[in-house]
């Protein structure tokens, strides 16, 4: 029943990860008239704009983060890992080489155009440690042949990415 309740949540990350970069290419965000909250419709539509002015940093954070999110399920098959080790090792080299362009395009989205203001903004500052230290410490784990720790560590990383 645990690992059934693991797989759904595995899942269901996933999805909505992936759901989620869709809808910010096919420009499906929400839309400004529909904030009545504070701080209100003037200032989402400032964001809105700020982040449709600069496609190429949305972009090359969202493109990334697309392939981490229709990959890395595979690396956390057992199956795969058992029968295909060398291709688990270059898709984890690839993933690793991605992660800090995906941290780092958060961290500067966060900073210069924060949808959601100053929450957004300390979040993003927090996230982008959180994930670099996972991948370090992943990384580290993995190189010293501590296959437990790599794990917990790349689950985390996967929870925090997603």
Known sequence: MRLIMKRIAFSVLTAVSIIAIIAHWRNRLPSPERMTRPPGYEWFTVQRNEYHSRPWLTNLHLVPAFVYAITVPFQFSTTMR????NAHRMIGRFLLA????????????GW??????????????I???????????????????DIKNHRAWMIRLFAWCM
């Open 82 to 85: 058992a029968k295909h080790l």
């Open 98 to 109: 991605t992660m800090p362009i995906i941290a780092l395009t958060g961290l500067i989205m």
């Open 112 to 125: 210069v155009m924060p949808y959601g203001g100053l929450l957004e903004t300390i979040s993003a500052s």
């Open 127 to 145: 996230l982008f440690f959180l994930v670099l230290a996972a991948t370090i410490k992943g990384y580290s784990a993995i190189r010293h042949h």
